[in-house]
């Protein structure tokens, strides 16, 4: 009609060993879980870094209604080099992609992650300007003929276009965690700036570009050094 104190010692030890499988089943899932969604996520910023990095490279050379191989293109800005970078790197007579070793970067990249690459891409806005208020650099054409433009007077004929300038590299944040990083060509109405936007896509250890060469007669448009 009860129990006996060695039976319920007994029910208390099995009672025991099921909640403990059932704990242990739970952690497992959960851990299971978790990994499969940091997996997930870095899977996600992945194709997020590609998908931006090739949406950046296959506009590099688009200088809105001018075309590479049938004019010329100047840089009048007169503008002091932004920064502690050379100025050939923002200079839109030179090839529109270029792309650096950490170990030979500009001085401006001191913060990339050692044994990477630094990738450079310059390029025009999608859509030209309707209106100019001298805050913005800007790429002025007409077809044959371009120049890189710091103003706020349009010229009858020309098409002006915002000039960009995206680089896009490795870096560590505050946490010692890399991850990739943009800074951009900016322009305040004085003077350039080289302006960092930190990490865009964090949990990416490593950047390495690799350049073909096209060898016919769009090399100047295509061209890499």
Partial sequence: TGLTLIELMVALVLGLLVTEIVIAMFAQTKRNYNQDEEIAHMQENGRFAIQMLANEVAHAGFMGNMHFNLGTIDNATGLATPGNCTDSWFDPTGTPIEVFKQSAAPTCFNDARAGTNILIVKRVANVPETSLN??????????????????STSIS????WEYLVNMFYIKDDDD???????KRLTFDGTDLEVTPDG??????QDFTVLLGRDADAYTNFYGVP
């Fill in 134 to 151: 001298g805050q913005k650099l800007v790429f002025s054409s007409y077809g044959k003929h371009g120049s890189l433009y710091a103003g």
């Fill in 176 to 182: 010692g965690i890399p991850g990739l990083a943009r």
């Fill in 157 to 160: 004929g020309y098409q002006y």
């Fill in 199 to 204: 990490i865009i896509v964090p949990g990416i």
